[in-house]
């Protein structure tokens, strides 16, 4: 394995294609960006940044204005771009892509991409029609591109395979589930899985023999709970939208509460799914999606941002509660992530602090420190287990996986591009 092979890790929205390079001997990451507006010939953007080690200790960033009609076209215009920004040599060091997939249906691995791989990920795209069809686009234009190259897909809901069927199933017709795959998924299982075995490692414990509750609080937010490493139950189910509250998603409702919706306002499929996964949520509750804005409304005294403030704070409670119990009160810690868990010491403190009758004690100086992308307990001595926050970087675990998937698990691996 040459010293200049490169990693790409992929992930593809429907107007969007974020990217990330990383090493492979040794193993490090580099540069990484979004192509941003795909189809938009006006506002089609590229946005990148250089670690510091790669530009004479100061870091780099791009931000520029180029067309793309399609994701096979911003695929080559990135591969352009870091030929002509980083190394010209690009294209020949790539040694392996990976692909971040949401739906994988019960694929429990990441899988070395096939057509019968492929199949699977258009098969899933019934559960996940926001995000399937991108994903393929993504791994169709990096095969346009990268060809011969290995291609692997790391799916968000793998890590949550483990979950026993008691947790998985729902109490519907079994027959739904054995034709059409009706049951829950749990999603994010990318960054569950990166938390779980950091937090092992702050512990200073196998991961075999970690049981924590990882908090992944962010626009889309999900808990899960964790035994021994291995997901045995998580908030999101057969979609995204089950749940918490979060930025866009109404979270865990009444079934019933849909119908009658769709009945009241003679809404069609489409415009209930919309309803549901952009206009509700915070959204819909407060006109905001951003929980910053809500807490600044609430803080004012703002009657609907208070509300939705306590809705979110409740339901993180209420789950902490759930999965304490499913966990049978054997927890080492809870885990705080993703762009609220990891930058909002008021959520937070507002999360633990009436959670003290289950022996959960904040230390107030260390929650306030604990932000902006620092890794820290901020758990008080006499806490009955450690409160971990801890950035997630599904990228890197994205990166680890493929390199697995591969057979370059043994390779510590260069400098990034």
Excluded at 33 to 61: E, Q, V, Y
Excluded at 227 to 253: A, Q, S
Excluded at 328 to 340: E, R
Excluded at 353 to 363: I, R, Y
Aim: net charge neutral.
């Amino acid at each position: 394995m040459s010293a200049s092979s490169k990693l790409l890790v992929l992930n593809a929205g429907s107007s969007s294609l974020k990217f990330k390079v990383f090493g492979v001997q040794p193993f490090a990451a580099g540069i990484g960006g979004m192509f941003d507006r795909i189809g938009d010939a006006i506002n089609c953007t590229l946005k990148a940044s250089a670690p510091a080690d790669l530009d004479g200790g100061k870091g780099r960033k791009w931000e520029i204005k180029i067309p793309a009609k399609d994701h096979v076209e911003a695929m080559q215009r990135i591969l352009d771009f870091i030929k002509g920004n980083v190394s010209s040599a690009f294209a020949r060091e790539v040694v392996a892509v990976g692909h971040r997939v949401v739906h994988g249906l019960e694929i429990s691995q990441p899988v070395l991409l096939t057509d019968k791989t492929i199949g699977k990920i258009r098969e899933a795209a019934v559960l996940a029609p926001l995000h399937n069809p991108p994903g393929l686009q993504g791994i169709d234009a990096a095969e346009k591109v990268f060809k011969g190259v290995p291609q692997v897909a790391v799916f968000d809901t793998a890590f949550h395979q483990t979950m026993p069927s008691q947790a998985f199933m729902y109490g519907l017709p079994y027959e739904l589930y054995e034709k059409h795959k009706i049951r829950r998924y749990g999603f994010h299982g990318t960054s569950h899985k990166y938390l779980v075995e950091q937090a092992a490692g702050m512990l200073g414990k196998p991961v075999s023999e970690t049981n924590v509750i990882t908090c992944h609080l962010g626009n889309g937010s999900s808990i899960a709970a964790i035994r021994g490493g291995l997901c045995i139950d998580t908030t999101m189910g057969m979609t995204p939208l089950e749940g918490l509250l979060m930025g866009t998603r109404c979270g865990d409702l009444d079934p019933a509460a849909v119908l009658f919706i769709q009945k009241q306002l003679n809404l069609s499929v489409q415009d209930t799914d919309t309803l549901l996964n952009k206009k509700s949520g915070l959204l819909g509750l407060t006109g905001s999606n951003d929980l910053r804005a809500v807490i600044e409304g609430a803080q004012r005294g703002e009657p609907r941002a208070e509300l939705g403030l306590a809705m979110f704070v409740y339901r993180v409670q209420k789950y902490i509660g759930a999965y304490w119990a499913a966990l049978g009160g054997k927890v080492d810690a809870v885990v705080f992530s993703a762009g609220i868990g990891e930058n909002s010491s008021v959520i937070r403190g507002l999360v633990i602090g009436p959670l003290k009758g289950m022996g959960l004690e904040l230390d107030v100086a260390a929650n306030d420190a604990t932000v902006g992308g620092r890794c820290g307990d901020i758990a008080a001595p006499t806490s009955r287990c450690r409160l971990l926050v801890i950035p997630t970087d599904e990228e890197l675990c994205i990166a680890e996986q493929t390199l697995q998937v591969v057979g370059f698990q043994n390779l510590t691996g260069a400098t990034a591009a």
